[in-house]
DNA sequence: TCAATTCCCTACTAAAACTATAGGGATTAT
DNA sequence: ATAATCCCTATAGTTTTAGTAGGGAATTGA
């Protein structure tokens, strides 16, 4: 299941990409729009932007904007910035890599193998998803 | 993320389908190949028994057997019962399915919409594995 | 200048989920 | 009988999630 964080995160950042001006978007304005908790939606939106996807802009008038193109998004990164890992499990992550305590031998491994093709025909969806593709 | 439990019983419904004859396996016996705690495997086996994947037979000599041949059981199926719902979001939960409390229009929803993709693709991935294809 | 607005940052907390563990009961083979 | 084995319920420790609290710092506009 995917965290609220990522959920909201999502959903935040698709309503700063569907602006038409480029002009900052404040917490306030999406908090409202899409129901969330105002600070909690303030923490979120801090990794983002830590994470080079948005900037933002202090004091009155303030708020968040894209730094990129939402076409050069890719939902991967947002997903793996918010929700850390994309894989089922560690021992298949490819930017998280884990090996698992139990586990001797990872080519043995039913759970391994299946996870794999998880794995893999997810990254192919959220590749080719960009933020523009959910605008 | 995969939970330990649906990640441990896969591996032992795996070990199960592996014997080559059709005597029943011991929780003990499967617990230490695989390295899983005796008690929590121990309710883990009595989940897919209850869910009818599984037959067991108690005393001496007893222990668990498949109820139908690994090729007519799905990796959707045991995940399921397992792990929950496969989709990432309950709103597009085919199984499992809930309304966001947040959302007030599903076809409007950016990651409704992202996530109705990964669902359909895992669950293709999920049916075409069946417990034959593990082993 | 100064007050209002807005983001920045850290710490804390309540609730839920996960990962077991404990202990005894029921059944069966020998 | 006795040992082996599954059956079942309850409980407990840990981790994660989903927020909440409170003040600080920067910016704008009057």
Redesign the interface.
């Known amino acids: 299941?995917?965290s609220k964080k990522t959920?909201y995160g999502?959903?935040a950042i698709?309503f700063i990409a569907r602006q038409e001006d480029k002009s900052p978007v404040q917490i306030a304005t999406i908090s409202k729009s899409?129901?969330?908790s105002h600070k909690f939606l303030e923490s979120i939106l801090l990794t983002l932007r830590k994470s080079g996807f948005l900037g933002s802009k202090k004091g009155k008038g303030g708020g968040y904007y894209l730094l990129k193109e939402p076409r050069d998004i890719l939902?991967t990164d947002i997903i793996r910035v918010l929700e850390g890992?994309i894989a089922?499990?560690?021992c298949v992550s490819l930017n998280y890599y884990e090996k698992c305590?139990?586990?001797?031998d990872e080519d043995a491994?039913?759970?391994h193998?299946?996870?794999i093709?998880?794995r893999d025909?997810?990254l192919?969806?959220?590749k080719n998803?960009t933020l523009a593709d959910?605008?």
């Open positions: 299941m995917l959920k999502i959903k698709t899409e129901n969330i939902m890992p089922m499990v560690p305590d139990d586990c001797p491994c039913s759970v193998k299946l996870m093709q998880v025909n997810t192919q969806v959220l998803n959910l605008t």
